[in-house]
């Protein structure tokens, strides 16, 4: 439960929102957007409280990429420019999503049967997670927002993809307000600033090396980053969908079905 958070974003910067699990980093993201509404004081974009805005003008200033997104049953198209204007001209718009998919790494859509055209299934089924992940980005960067917030959006990728996509990032977040919830060292990298999220307070505000030498804390969350960043070998986790081309589900083999593993084992025992 967040308590009394006070936290200001300077127009234009990056700023990290880290902390141990359960701070309520997850929880803030979503009081921008207007996922949660505040139950005491007040979320503010350029000056005015969100909950005085309809859904539809915070939509056009917020724009958000979580760690499980949504896709829509549409085509790859539809879903990258779901936040662009109808009134920009067609030439304007393919832009906006050629540039976007490029960012996100995701012009695997260009393989896809039909292209950008091909409809996905309900929230993305037919795609890894890697994949839904890289599209909700590119959705997220086309929408060209004034605050962008983003919650562990490439946990999903493999290691050379996220630092492709970090890098790409760094252009793309030059003139949006963005927050960005860190559950990784690189995340951290993006930022100008950090704020430490402890107990539901912001603790610290600063840059990651003032952080460091004078915020135990921090150091112990950052410490801890690393260690769980190292721990999964840099890559996917492990329950997590591998990031693979959509097609038919592979079938067992002899190394993945509990019966035949049975099978082979008891084989070689004979």
């Known amino acids: 439960m967040l308590d009394h958070v006070d936290l200001e974003l300077p127009p234009g910067t990056t700023t990290a929102l ?8 997850s929880t803030l993201a979503m ?15 350029d000056g005015v ?26 085509s790859v198209r539809d879903n990258v420019l779901l936040g662009v204007s109808d009134t920009l001209p067609q030439a304007e718009r393919e832009a906006l999503m050629t540039q976007a998919l490029e960012v996100a790494q995701a012009q695997f859509v260009l ?10 299934g309900e929230e993305g089924l037919s ?18 927002p004034r605050v962008l917030v983003l919650d562990d959006p490439l946990s999903a990728l493999d290691v050379t993809t996220e630092e492709a996509v970090t ?12 927050l960005v919830i ?43 980053l690393e260690d769980d960043y ?23 083999d002899r190394t993945t079905n509990p019966d035949e593993r049975d099978k082979q084992s008891q084989e070689a025992l004979s």
Do not use: C, N, W
């Open 127 to 144: 795609l890894s997670g890697g994949q839904r992940q890289r599209l909700a980005l590119a959705r997220a960067i086309a929408a060209q």
């Open 230 to 252: 190292e721990a999964h070998d840099h890559g996917p986790e492990p329950d997590r969908e591998p990031d693979r081309e959509p097609g038919p589900e592979p079938g067992p």
């Open 31 to 45: 009081l921008p957007p207007r996922l949660f509404d505040v139950t005491d004081g007040v979320v503010e974009v």
């Open 111 to 120: 393989d896809l049967p039909d292209g950008v055209r091909t409809r996905i």
């Open 18 to 25: 880290v902390g141990l699990t359960g701070s309520g980093k």
């Open 49 to 74: 409280d969100v909950r005085d805005m309809t859904r539809a003008q915070v939509r056009e200033r917020v724009a958000v990429a979580f760690e499980d997104p949504t896709l829509f049953s549409a």
């Open 167 to 178: 890098a790409r990032l760094r252009d793309v977040l030059v003139a949006t307000t963005t």
């Open 182 to 224: 860190a559950h990784r060292p690189s995340t951290v990298a993006l930022a100008d600033r950090v704020a430490v999220l402890q107990g539901g307070r912001i603790t610290a505000v600063g840059t990651h090396h003032d952080l460091l030498a004078s915020d135990p804390h921090y150091r112990y969350i950052i410490s801890s």
